[in-house]
Nanobody, 127 residues
């Protein structure tokens, strides 16, 4: 069983930055593919960014150039650095792990490619 715990959310003004962290349990974190999703009120959960076990990254068009996903395998942690935040970035942000899922390079943007999820952390961006 893998557990994921997000932290780092909060209230910021437009244009400011936040860094989210996701600490994962498990001895083989370096083998996990990881992702970040978000869900705004009244909207479906949407893909934000993903990072493969080998460091290859993927981004949603809406955050490309502003957000950066990274990982520290020594700390079993994945990060989401969010710069130039906009009010439309307001959402609950979820960390997710994809373990043993085939074809991740094609499926990374879909929630069904992930089999473990954190509880989420709220990010609110005021205008």
């Amino acid at each position: 069983q893998v557990q994921l715990q997000e932290s780092g959310g909060g209230l910021v003004q437009a244009g400011e930055s936040l860094r989210l962290s996701c600490a994962a349990s498990g001895r083989t974190f370096s083998n996990y593919n990881m992702g970040w999703f978000r869900q705004a009120p009244g909207k479906e959960r949407e893909f934000v960014a993903a990072i493969r076990w080998n460091g290859l990254t993927y981004y949603a068009d809406s955050v490309k150039g502003r957000f950066t996903i990274s990982r520290d395998n020594a700390k079993n942690t994945v990060y989401l650095q969010m710069n130039s935040l906009k009010p439309e970035d307001t959402a609950v942000y979820y960390c997710a792990a994809s373990i043993g899922v085939s074809d991740f390079s094609y499926r990374y943007a879909g929630a069904d490619a992930y089999n473990y999820w954190g509880q989420g952390t709220q990010v609110t961006v005021s205008s």
